[in-house]
Antibody
Protein backbone atom coordinates (compact mmCIF):
# COMPACT_ATOMS: atom_id res chain seq x y z
CA UNK A 1 0.00 0.00 0.00
CA UNK A 2 1.26 3.46 -0.88
CA UNK A 3 1.42 5.45 2.34
CA UNK A 4 3.20 7.98 4.52
CA UNK A 5 3.17 7.65 8.31
CA UNK A 6 4.34 10.49 10.52
CA UNK A 7 5.57 10.25 14.10
CA UNK A 8 7.32 12.39 16.69
CA UNK A 9 4.70 15.00 17.44
CA UNK A 10 3.84 16.05 20.96
CA UNK A 11 3.88 18.83 23.52
CA UNK A 12 6.97 21.02 23.72
CA UNK A 13 7.72 24.24 25.56
CA UNK A 14 8.42 27.49 23.73
CA UNK A 15 12.05 27.60 22.70
CA UNK A 16 12.27 23.83 22.61
CA UNK A 17 13.04 21.38 19.84
CA UNK A 18 11.31 18.42 18.26
CA UNK A 19 12.13 16.01 15.46
CA UNK A 20 9.40 14.64 13.24
CA UNK A 21 9.79 11.47 11.20
CA UNK A 22 7.89 10.12 8.24
CA UNK A 23 8.05 6.53 7.02
CA UNK A 24 7.23 5.99 3.37
CA UNK A 25 6.15 2.73 1.79
CA UNK A 26 4.66 1.36 -1.40
CA UNK A 27 6.53 3.59 -3.83
CA UNK A 28 10.08 4.46 -4.88
CA UNK A 29 10.83 7.04 -2.20
CA UNK A 30 14.14 8.09 -3.74
CA UNK A 31 12.36 9.11 -6.93
CA UNK A 32 10.33 11.91 -5.39
CA UNK A 33 10.78 15.34 -3.86
CA UNK A 34 9.27 15.23 -0.37
CA UNK A 35 7.74 17.99 1.68
CA UNK A 36 6.24 19.00 5.02
CA UNK A 37 2.98 20.96 5.15
CA UNK A 38 1.38 22.20 8.35
CA UNK A 39 -2.07 23.22 9.45
CA UNK A 40 -2.65 25.26 12.60
CA UNK A 41 -5.80 24.30 14.56
CA UNK A 42 -8.86 25.47 12.65
CA UNK A 43 -6.70 27.19 10.05
CA UNK A 44 -5.56 26.68 6.50
CA UNK A 45 -2.52 24.95 5.05
CA UNK A 46 1.07 26.18 4.91
CA UNK A 47 3.83 24.58 2.86
CA UNK A 48 6.81 24.48 5.25
CA UNK A 49 9.77 22.79 3.60
CA UNK A 50 10.76 20.63 0.66
CA UNK A 51 13.73 18.47 -0.28
CA UNK A 52 14.86 17.17 -3.63
CA UNK A 53 15.17 13.43 -4.37
CA UNK A 54 18.80 13.21 -3.28
CA UNK A 55 18.36 15.49 -0.26
CA UNK A 56 20.91 18.04 -1.44
CA UNK A 57 18.50 20.78 -2.47
CA UNK A 58 16.16 22.14 0.21
CA UNK A 59 13.82 25.10 0.51
CA UNK A 60 11.81 26.60 3.35
CA UNK A 61 9.00 29.04 3.92
CA UNK A 62 10.36 32.31 5.35
CA UNK A 63 8.73 31.79 8.76
CA UNK A 64 10.85 28.71 9.55
CA UNK A 65 14.14 29.56 7.83
CA UNK A 66 17.07 29.14 10.21
CA UNK A 67 14.95 27.14 12.70
CA UNK A 68 13.74 24.05 10.80
CA UNK A 69 15.82 21.52 8.88
CA UNK A 70 14.35 19.03 6.46
CA UNK A 71 16.32 15.88 5.71
CA UNK A 72 15.85 12.41 4.32
CA UNK A 73 17.39 8.95 4.38
CA UNK A 74 16.59 7.19 1.13
CA UNK A 75 18.05 3.93 2.42
CA UNK A 76 15.43 3.96 5.17
CA UNK A 77 12.63 5.47 3.07
CA UNK A 78 12.32 8.18 5.67
CA UNK A 79 11.81 11.93 5.80
CA UNK A 80 12.58 14.12 8.80
CA UNK A 81 11.90 17.61 10.11
CA UNK A 82 14.12 18.96 12.85
CA UNK A 83 12.33 21.88 14.50
CA UNK A 84 14.28 24.22 16.77
CA UNK A 85 13.42 27.43 18.65
CA UNK A 86 9.77 26.52 18.54
CA UNK A 87 7.15 29.18 19.20
CA UNK A 88 3.43 28.98 19.89
CA UNK A 89 2.88 29.95 16.25
CA UNK A 90 4.38 26.59 15.23
CA UNK A 91 1.53 24.70 16.86
CA UNK A 92 -0.05 22.68 14.06
CA UNK A 93 -0.66 19.30 12.53
CA UNK A 94 2.38 18.53 10.42
CA UNK A 95 1.79 16.48 7.29
CA UNK A 96 4.45 14.55 5.45
CA UNK A 97 3.66 14.75 1.76
CA UNK A 98 4.92 13.74 -1.65
CA UNK A 99 5.34 16.33 -4.38
CA UNK A 100 3.68 15.37 -7.61
CA UNK A 101 5.48 14.94 -10.90
CA UNK A 102 6.55 17.23 -12.41
CA UNK A 103 4.99 20.18 -10.62
CA UNK A 104 4.63 21.46 -7.08
CA UNK A 105 1.30 20.04 -6.06
CA UNK A 106 0.92 17.25 -3.51
CA UNK A 107 -0.32 13.88 -4.71
CA UNK A 108 0.11 11.87 -1.50
CA UNK A 109 -0.39 12.96 2.11
CA UNK A 110 0.26 11.31 5.44
CA UNK A 111 -2.31 11.45 8.25
CA UNK A 112 -0.34 14.08 10.14
CA UNK A 113 1.20 14.45 13.58
CA UNK A 114 0.22 17.16 16.05
CA UNK A 115 2.83 19.49 17.47
CA UNK A 116 1.73 21.66 20.38
CA UNK A 117 4.00 24.42 21.61
CA UNK A 118 2.87 25.60 25.01
CA UNK A 119 4.18 26.32 28.46
CA UNK B 1 4.35 35.71 -1.74
CA UNK B 2 1.35 35.02 -3.96
CA UNK B 3 -1.86 35.39 -1.97
CA UNK B 4 -4.78 33.11 -2.77
CA UNK B 5 -8.32 34.22 -1.97
CA UNK B 6 -11.23 31.79 -2.00
CA UNK B 7 -14.90 32.60 -2.08
CA UNK B 8 -17.36 32.11 -0.63
CA UNK B 9 -16.16 31.07 2.82
CA UNK B 10 -19.15 28.74 3.16
CA UNK B 11 -21.40 27.30 0.46
CA UNK B 12 -24.64 25.52 1.25
CA UNK B 13 -25.99 23.43 -1.63
CA UNK B 14 -28.80 20.90 -1.99
CA UNK B 15 -28.00 17.33 -3.07
CA UNK B 16 -27.95 17.06 -6.86
CA UNK B 17 -27.35 20.77 -7.32
CA UNK B 18 -24.21 22.42 -8.71
CA UNK B 19 -21.55 23.87 -6.45
CA UNK B 20 -19.22 26.53 -7.81
CA UNK B 21 -16.13 27.54 -5.80
CA UNK B 22 -13.85 30.43 -6.73
CA UNK B 23 -10.15 31.03 -6.18
CA UNK B 24 -8.28 34.20 -7.08
CA UNK B 25 -4.51 34.71 -7.16
CA UNK B 26 -2.86 38.04 -6.35
CA UNK B 27 -0.80 37.71 -9.54
CA UNK B 28 -0.85 35.40 -12.52
CA UNK B 29 0.03 31.77 -11.79
CA UNK B 30 -0.64 30.58 -15.34
CA UNK B 31 -2.28 27.15 -14.94
CA UNK B 32 -0.22 26.15 -11.91
CA UNK B 33 -3.19 25.64 -9.66
CA UNK B 34 -4.33 22.65 -7.65
CA UNK B 35 -7.48 21.90 -5.67
CA UNK B 36 -7.75 19.69 -2.60
CA UNK B 37 -10.61 18.30 -0.56
CA UNK B 38 -10.30 17.90 3.21
CA UNK B 39 -12.82 16.15 5.43
CA UNK B 40 -12.79 16.53 9.24
CA UNK B 41 -9.92 14.70 10.87
CA UNK B 42 -8.43 13.67 7.55
CA UNK B 43 -5.52 14.77 5.41
CA UNK B 44 -6.30 16.71 2.25
CA UNK B 45 -6.81 14.80 -1.00
CA UNK B 46 -5.70 16.04 -4.40
CA UNK B 47 -8.62 16.66 -6.75
CA UNK B 48 -7.29 18.81 -9.59
CA UNK B 49 -3.85 19.89 -10.80
CA UNK B 50 -2.80 22.05 -13.72
CA UNK B 51 -6.05 23.97 -13.12
CA UNK B 52 -8.18 21.38 -14.93
CA UNK B 53 -6.61 17.90 -14.85
CA UNK B 54 -8.34 15.42 -12.56
CA UNK B 55 -6.22 13.41 -10.20
CA UNK B 56 -6.45 9.64 -10.22
CA UNK B 57 -9.80 8.36 -9.04
CA UNK B 58 -11.58 11.71 -9.02
CA UNK B 59 -15.09 11.45 -10.53
CA UNK B 60 -16.05 13.34 -13.66
CA UNK B 61 -18.60 15.48 -11.82
CA UNK B 62 -15.68 17.38 -10.28
CA UNK B 63 -14.00 19.76 -12.68
CA UNK B 64 -11.61 22.69 -12.61
CA UNK B 65 -11.18 25.64 -14.93
CA UNK B 66 -9.43 28.95 -15.27
CA UNK B 67 -5.98 30.39 -15.80
CA UNK B 68 -4.00 33.45 -14.84
CA UNK B 69 -5.63 34.79 -11.68
CA UNK B 70 -9.17 33.39 -11.74
CA UNK B 71 -10.03 29.75 -11.13
CA UNK B 72 -13.17 27.72 -10.51
CA UNK B 73 -13.88 24.32 -9.03
CA UNK B 74 -17.26 22.91 -10.02
CA UNK B 75 -19.07 19.96 -8.52
CA UNK B 76 -21.83 19.35 -11.04
CA UNK B 77 -24.18 17.22 -8.94
CA UNK B 78 -23.45 17.50 -5.24
CA UNK B 79 -23.52 14.33 -3.18
CA UNK B 80 -23.44 13.94 0.59
CA UNK B 81 -19.84 12.73 0.52
CA UNK B 82 -18.80 16.06 -1.01
CA UNK B 83 -19.31 17.81 2.31
CA UNK B 84 -15.79 19.08 3.08
CA UNK B 85 -13.45 22.05 2.98
CA UNK B 86 -11.88 22.74 -0.40
CA UNK B 87 -8.52 24.47 -0.78
CA UNK B 88 -6.82 25.89 -3.83
CA UNK B 89 -3.03 26.05 -4.06
CA UNK B 90 -0.78 27.84 -6.52
CA UNK B 91 2.62 26.51 -7.47
CA UNK B 92 3.96 29.12 -9.82
CA UNK B 93 6.14 30.48 -7.01
CA UNK B 94 6.65 29.15 -3.45
CA UNK B 95 3.38 27.27 -2.93
CA UNK B 96 0.59 29.01 -1.09
CA UNK B 97 -2.94 27.92 -0.26
CA UNK B 98 -6.25 29.70 -0.09
CA UNK B 99 -8.09 29.85 3.21
CA UNK B 100 -10.65 27.30 2.09
CA UNK B 101 -14.33 27.07 1.17
CA UNK B 102 -16.56 24.92 3.34
CA UNK B 103 -19.21 23.07 1.36
CA UNK B 104 -22.27 22.09 3.31
CA UNK B 105 -25.18 19.92 2.22
CA UNK B 106 -28.57 21.58 2.68
Amino acid sequence: EVQLVESGGGLVQPGGSLRLSCAASGFTFSGYWMTWVRQAPGKGLEWVAITKEDGRDKSYVDSVKGRFIISRDNAKNSLYLQMNSLGVEDTAVYYCARKGLPNWYIDLWGRGTLVTVSS
Amino acid sequence: EIAMTQSPATLSVSPGERATLSCRASQSVSSKLAWYQQKPGQAPRLLIYGASARATGIPGRISGSGSGTEFTLTISSLQSEDSAIYYCQQYDKWPTFGQGTKVEIK
